[in-house]
Structures are given as C-alpha cells and as structure tokens.
C-alpha cells in the first residue's frame, strides 16, 4: 500500500510539472521583448474623403513598437510630419500620447474610464479564415485570413502569426495574433502595414519612461490649454 501511494504521488508530481513545464513554454511562446517595425503605404484612396493626410508617394512612413514584459511603446514616423509618441501599460490599462508643441513637451495620460468599445481594436473590421499559401514577413511566418470593412469595396487578404501575442499590436477584435501585413481604412484613405524587421531583445526600461523636462496633463487639461492658446 505504502508502495502504490508512493507511486501515485510521483505520477501526480510528475504531471503537476509537466503542466507547469508546458503551460510556461506556452506563455513564453506567445510573449514577446524587443522591437517591431511596419512600414507604412498608403495604397488607395478607395473614394474615401479626400483632402485628409498625405498623398505624396515619396513619403516614408513607420510604425515602430518597442515591447517589454507588459510596457509597450510606439512611434509612429512620418517624414513631413514628423513623430507621435504613445506608452502604454497594459497590465493598467493605461495610456500616455507624448506630444510637443511650440517646443513644450507634454505627456497627456488618457482615461481609464473608457467604454467597451474603446478598450477593443474597431470592431467594424470583420475577419474569416482563407485556404491561401502562407507568406513569411521579416522571418516570421503567417496565416492568411480575409478581411473585410464597410468601407471596403473588396476583401483584402492579412497574414498574422499566432507565436506573438496579438497584444503587442492590437488591430483587429477579432485576430488571435500579431498581425504582419494588415490594412487600416480611415477618411485620410487606406493604409498598408506590412512587418519589415522583428528584433528579439530586451529594451532598456529607460524607453518607457517620460523625459524629465515633460509636463504630465490630464486630457482635459490639455485641451484647456489647446483652447487657450
């Protein structure tokens, strides 16, 4: 009896380790440190409204994501316009813009206080599974889905990849990870991001912290001063 209880114990700690063992290799597969960098097209105005952003075909456009444990930071470079900043800790919930005007920088902290709608990525993008070949983009493979818009007069074809959690860049509601070449429709047009490089590290925390010189606002206290200006 002593024998089979001793027996039992082992089989249950070995099970015990191995769910642990492979419950961790999960996490670890789907999480990600480092920097990803998308660039940017702007492929079709699609009769949306015109006037808005920038047509000029020479224009480089990025958006690169610095990601550490659950800090994520993103830049989003434009070179007519300049850069946008934003920090984000997702385990909060909290977002920060950093942005400079008249050579003052602030750093406007959003509300936490959000409806549902605006804590998920637009749920106006509808997603569904399509047999098509798979693509690799900056040495990461993908799976195709066809994506669809009301705004859309055809669907357009994504790749993402479930080994990275679809956190680091959440753009569809309905995507179970990173997205690699993905589209974003908007009255400025339609935009196409495509992942350029992927690079595993781990980004000093000196990334995602706000520059000493920044003024920290509420949202409504900066646009008190947007308005008085």
Same mark, same amino acid.
């Given at each position: 009896?002593?024998?089979?209880?001793?027996?039992?114990?082992?089989?249950?700690?070995? !099970?015990?380790? /191995?769910?642990?063992?492979?419950? *961790?290799? !999960?996490?670890?597969? &789907?999480?990600?440190?480092?920097?990803?960098?998308?660039?940017?097209?702007?492929?079709?105005? &699609?009769?949306?409204?015109?006037?808005?952003?920038?047509?000029?075909? &020479?224009? %480089?456009?990025?958006?690169?994501?610095?990601?550490?444990?659950?800090?994520?930071?993103?830049?989003?470079?434009?070179?007519?316009?300049?850069?946008?900043?934003?920090?984000?800790? *997702?385990?909060?919930?909290?977002?920060?813009?950093?942005?400079?005007?008249?050579?003052?920088?602030?750093?406007?902290?959003?509300?936490?206080?959000?409806?549902?709608?605006?804590?998920?990525?637009?749920?106006?993008?509808? *997603?569904?599974?399509?047999? /098509?070949?798979?693509?690799? /983009?900056?040495?990461?493979?993908?799976?195709?889905?066809?994506?669809?818009?009301?705004?859309?007069?055809?669907? #357009?074809?994504?790749?993402?990849?479930?080994?990275?959690?679809?956190?680091?860049?959440?753009?569809?509601?309905?995507?179970?990870?990173?997205?690699?070449?993905?589209?974003?429709?908007? %009255?400025?047009?339609?935009? #196409?991001?495509? @992942?350029?490089?992927?690079?595993?590290?781990?980004?000093? @925390?000196?990334?995602?912290?706000?520059?000493?010189?920044?003024?920290? *606002?509420?949202?409504?206290? /900066?646009? &008190?001063?947007?308005?008085?200006?």
């Amino acid at each position: 009896m002593v024998l089979k209880s001793a027996f039992k114990k082992t089989t249950m700690l070995i !099970g015990l380790q /191995f769910l642990v063992i492979t419950s *961790l290799f !999960g996490q670890l597969a &789907n999480s990600f440190s480092g920097e990803l960098i998308y660039t940017i097209k702007k492929i079709d105005v &699609n009769n949306l409204q015109s006037g808005f952003g920038n047509d000029n075909p &020479n224009t %480089e456009e990025k958006l690169i994501i610095y990601a550490k444990d659950s800090l994520i930071k993103r830049v989003h470079f434009n070179s007519e316009n300049g850069i946008q900043e934003s920090i984000e800790h *997702l385990s909060y919930g909290k977002k920060i813009l950093l942005l400079s005007i008249d050579t003052v920088k602030y750093a406007v902290q959003l509300p936490t206080e959000q409806t549902n709608d605006q804590k998920h990525p637009d749920s106006t993008y509808k *997603l569904s599974k399509k047999c /098509f070949p798979k693509l690799a /983009f900056a040495g990461v493979k993908g799976k195709p889905m066809l994506l669809s818009h009301p705004m859309l007069s055809n669907d #357009l074809y994504i790749w993402f990849s479930k080994k990275i959690h679809p956190k680091y860049n959440a753009v569809y509601e309905q995507l179970s990870g990173l997205p690699l070449k993905y589209y974003i429709v908007s %009255e400025k047009g339609l935009y #196409l991001y495509e @992942l350029e490089s992927l690079k595993r590290y781990d980004p000093p @925390l000196s990334i995602f912290q706000i520059p000493m010189t920044t003024h920290i *606002l509420s949202l409504k206290d /900066f646009i &008190n001063i947007l308005e008085n200006k």
